[in-house]
């Protein structure tokens, strides 16, 4: 197996740190020397430069993606019994904070090539819950990998029924659909800014976005205890402010993000080209108004694990993202409605989907090294 120092990463924080050291160091001494660490003028910075970058009018600075969505979907108004729909097909985080809001998860199943939400199946689900009784409240649209849910159809769907719509962009920061962003579709979206993130803070970090007024005023109270005046609760909130290190690092980042992106792409390109052959399933081939961000290139293959291994014995390191659905895991087993016509390309896909390496800082080199090594057990 190659040394340790040798490891391709599926990603690299360390990396997305040091690329950028000086500027990142200057920005932490500057918020250290000033003395204001918490909701002072880099976050206050940072939510106006990223609200600029997605074309909105507001961005609030959270503690973290999780709580993002969760003040999200408060402020939406969504409220205990409440019934939301989204996917199993995720990060657990989505349905938890769907949780955390008191409301029910109603799980719809994915579509094969893009990973994310089926439309017609988004469709079916509310028509089963009228005929039960039951309005949904919201959707929760996850943009998986970088690649963008249907939002067009999405968005249409919702003004029929009614119904408010949610973007979950916690791997989507600068991904688009005919040059609009993901995060501006929707009536609110949350972001996550974890280390591993496109846009990425040295710790958790999220913001809600929306141009909403009424949505951006319940968000920033319910982030700092309710308050419009320290110390006087209006409404019951919370603690999950970014603090001003962070959005420092943020507002750095930012920056680079399209930049940073571009280079994503361009290492997809390599993956494209050399593993097209072989008998992988690649990432969704990417339309012409689709701009995937590629947080992850994720293949898929019904000899997965024997990939993996193979790959890990030769220096490179993959990740599941997610090797079990979120309604098949321990603490969620059994409880959460699921669509009638069940989570079929759900259960399946998460059996053989493998992420490669995909991050801004490998190089050309090591690109072709992944799929070299990927051709070699494809031949054998």
Aim: charge should be negative; hydrophobic fraction near 40%.
């Amino acid at each position: 197996m190659a040394n340790e120092k040798n490891l391709i990463l599926p990603s690299d924080p360390k990396a997305n740190y040091l690329v950028h050291k000086e500027e990142i160091d200057s920005a932490i001494h500057n918020v250290l020397d000033s003395g204001k660490y918490i909701l002072g003028q880099q976050v206050r910075s940072f939510e106006k430069e990223f609200a600029d970058y997605l074309d909105l009018e507001f961005a609030i600075g959270v503690g973290s993606g999780t709580e993002a969505l969760h003040l999200a979907l408060l402020a939406c108004g969504i409220k205990s019994g409440d019934t939301v729909i989204t996917v199993s097909h995720t990060a657990v985080a989505t349905v938890a904070a769907i949780e955390l809001s008191g409301a029910k998860p109603f799980l719809v199943d994915i579509d094969e090539l893009s990973y994310n939400m089926d439309p017609v199946l988004l469709e079916k689900a509310i028509v089963e819950n009228v005929n039960r009784g039951i309005k949904p409240k919201a959707v929760v649209a996850v943009h998986l990998y970088g690649y963008p849910a249907n939002m067009p159809e999405i968005i249409d769907i919702a003004k029929r029924y009614d119904f408010r719509v949610i973007e979950d962009c916690a791997q989507s920061h600068g991904a688009s659909i005919g040059g609009k962003l993901t995060g501006s579709w929707s009536d609110i979206a949350a972001f996550s800014f974890y280390p591993t993130k496109n846009l990425s803070a040295l710790g958790d970090a999220g913001a809600v976005v929306t141009s909403d007024h009424a949505l951006v005023e319940k968000v920033r109270l319910l982030r700092e205890y309710g308050w419009k005046e320290r110390y006087f609760s209006d409404i019951c909130g919370f603690n999950s402010r970014l603090d001003e290190l962070q959005a420092a690092v943020l507002r750095v980042k930012l920056k680079f993000l399209d930049k940073e992106n571009s280079r994503r792409n361009e290492i997809a390109k390599i993956y494209d080209d050399a593993l097209s052959a072989t008998a992988l399933r690649l990432p969704r081939v990417v339309v012409n108004d689709i701009v995937h961000a590629y947080h992850q290139y994720a293949v898929r293959t019904s000899k997965r694990d024997a990939l993996r291994n193979y790959l890990k014995d030769n220096g490179v390191e993959t990740l599941i993202h997610y090797p079990m659905p979120v309604h098949q895991q321990k603490a969620y087993f059994g409880r959460l409605d699921i669509a009638s016509g069940g989570l079929n390309n759900t259960e399946k896909v998460c059996k053989e989907i493998l992420s490669l390496p995909m991050h801004p800082h490998m190089s050309d080199e090591q690109a072709w090294r992944v799929a070299g090594l990927i051709l070699d057990w494809s031949e054998k």
